[in-house]
């Protein structure tokens, strides 16, 4: 429910700045919510973002665009206006902080942190843990109590995609549909357990399975991934598409999945579980593509039986994937629906929260 500014009151304006050539899918949920909120929303961006344009399937949102060629023109320009609150998207790198600065001499601050490790190690971000009129924010709960010791964080989840049908990708006849959603980066995901657990689905027998592997690029990495695909002759069942496609073909290939594998445990991936999010996550839920996932992250993202799980071994769990009966997928994503709307109903709750904090009057409590 759209909340107004009181009758005759002037719209309150926020911006919100992205001056790095990624994270523009997050933002679209804190427009979502700002605009929900009564707020007059300002997206200040590089011009790559805007191209990409991930508002694509989100017609209902109305911010007004002010796109830059680069990171340093963002920050300038934000400089150069006044709004009543101004959220940086990505609040990391020394421009960016400087730029904050500046701006908190009159304006309330938001600042997601996509890493919570950065508030514990770095001594730039001092400044700001004491300041009244800057609150830090991130994107699941357990990031923040990463850095709770020395500040308090709010939760936006981005979970926020499209207010319209998104298309889909045609059926594969007698196939599910997994799919292996961000850049191809082993740094970031296990995708030898992947490739363990497909050689013996194929092993199997089993041909009712498909794997979509996002992130296609000339790396060596995904090119010695790509081989090994082809040596288990396994190329019939994974695709691949390329790094760096717009979002309109991105949220068509979300939005055509059965379940998304995050492909990272405790043990592979230790600061997603830490001081991290994992954007796999907020797509599966945004998407209603069942998560395939670690136990640990699934009870993270309080994800409350809308999830597969695994402790050890992802082959049970997309074995027990390929085995539910179209009923039990059903009711997997009607769970995942109701998480979708809670996390949006906690979103908003914790952003208004943030925003009252910062708002306080000079003197009062927060």
């Known amino acids: 429910m759209r909340k107004e500014s009181a009758e005759g009151a002037p719209r309150r304006r926020c911006a919100i700045v992205e001056s790095y050539r990624r994270h523009d899918e997050v933002y679209l949920t804190t427009v979502c919510l700002l605009e929900s909120l009564g707020y007059e929303v300002h997206v200040f961006n590089v011009w790559r ?8 399937h989100a017609p209902g949102l109305a911010p007004t665009f002010h796109s830059y060629w680069t ?8 400089r150069r206006e006044r709004f009543d609150l101004v959220v940086f998207n990505t609040f990391e790198g020394r421009d960016v902080l400087a730029c904050a600065a500046d701006v908190l001499r009159h304006t309330p601050v938001l600042g997601f942190m996509h890493n919570g490790s950065m508030v514990c ?3 730039e971000y001092r400044p700001f843990l004491a300041e009244p009129r800057c609150r830090l924010m991130v994107l699941a709960p357990y990031v ?6 020395l500040a308090p964080s709010n939760t936006v989840t981005p979970v926020f995609f499209f207010d319209r049908e998104v298309p889909r990708l045609q059926p594969s006849a007698g196939r599910r549909r997994f ?31 498909e794997v979509t592997a996002m992130g296609r690029s000339f790396d060596p990495r995904f090119r010695t991934f790509a081989r090994e695909v082809r040596t288990a002759g396994l190329a019939p069942y994974v695709r691949y598409s390329w790094k760096g496609i717009g979002y309109r073909r991105y949220y068509r290939l979300l939005n055509s999945m059965d379940f998304v594998l995050p492909l990272i445990s405790p043990e592979s991936h230790p600061a997603y579980f830490r001081s991290k999010s994992t954007s796999s996550i907020a797509a599966a839920v945004g998407f209603n ?8 992250l699934s009870r993270h993202y309080s994800l409350d039986g809308a999830a597969i799980t695994y402790a050890h071994d992802l082959l049970p769990a997309m074995r027990h994937a390929l085995d539910l009966d179209a009923g039990s997928l059903a009711a997997l994503r009607a769970r995942l629906a109701a998480v979708k709307e809670r996390c949006l109903a906690d979103s908003s709750r914790e952003l208004e929260t943030a925003i009252a904090a910062v708002s306080q009057p000079p003197g009062s409590a927060a």
């Open 144 to 149: 923040g109590q990463r850095f709770a010791h």
């Open 71 to 78: 990171g340093a023109a963002v920050l300038a320009a934000i």
């Open 121 to 123: 190690d770095l001594e």
């Open 289 to 296: 593509a069942v998560p395939i996932a670690h136990e640990l």
């Open 49 to 56: 973002n805007r191209l990409r344009n991930s508002f694509v």
């Open 179 to 209: 799919c292996v959603q961000g850049y191809f980066d082993p740094r970031r995901r296990h995708y030898d357990v992947l490739l363990a657990a497909l050689r013996e689905l194929r092993a199997e027998g089993r041909t009712d399975f």
